[in-house]
């Protein structure tokens, strides 16, 4: 996890110096675009879960945090049209905010029955991106931009709150499971 840490704090050290000076087209098409991967990431966590866990909750939770990450998405692409009609969002080069895990990493975790790893990581992962969002908010001065890292940071933490809850399920009825 230490490694995952590492990588993840050196992008968002990275992105706290660079999206501050982002346009603010840029910087939706870059939210737009990591929503999106978090969505896949998410779907991905879904699909393997149901074949791969014995808890019902699993799947569910992580099929609503893709789904919302979706709903997220087409949120910031709404914003964009309005502010920038007729424009499809523009590639950014910069790394996602928040780990996306390759599909043979999830189906590790999940098989080697690593889950709580796993909600550890995804768990950290929403926690840094909120922070760097909340960071954000105050550091840019455009409105705008405040607003919507703000909204962001929100979302972020509901994130945490519900891996936290099923790592915390998860957790219950293991320890049920081995009584």
Do not use: C
């Not at 499809?88 to 928040?98: A, C, G, Q, S, Y």
């Not at 390759?102 to 926690?127: H, Q, S, T, V, Y």
């Amino acid at each position: 996890m230490r490694e995952v840490s590492l990588t993840v704090k050196e992008n968002i050290k990275k992105l706290l110096q660079t999206l501050p000076k982002l346009s603010m087209k840029e910087l939706l098409s870059y939210w737009i675009n990591a929503e999106v991967e978090e969505a896949e990431m998410y779907h991905r966590l879904y699909e393997l879960s149901k074949e791969l866990t014995w808890i019902e909750e699993v799947p569910k939770v992580f099929r609503k945090l893709s789904e919302e990450s979706l709903e997220h998405a087409e949120e910031l692409l709404r914003l964009y049209k309005k502010l920038f009609p007729g424009e499809k969002p523009i590639l950014v080069n910069l790394p996602p905010l928040e780990v996306v895990l390759a599909e043979p990493e999830l189906e590790r975790f999940l098989e080697k029955g690593r889950a709580e790893e796993l909600f550890d990581i995804l768990m950290e992962n929403e926690k840094m991106a909120a922070e760097a969002y909340e960071y954000l908010s105050k550091l840019s001065e455009n409105p705008e931009v405040k607003e919507v890292a703000k909204w962001l940071a929100e979302i972020e933490w509901g994130h945490y709150n519900h891996i936290k809850a099923l790592k915390e399920k998860y957790l219950s009825l293991k320890d049920n499971a081995t009584q």
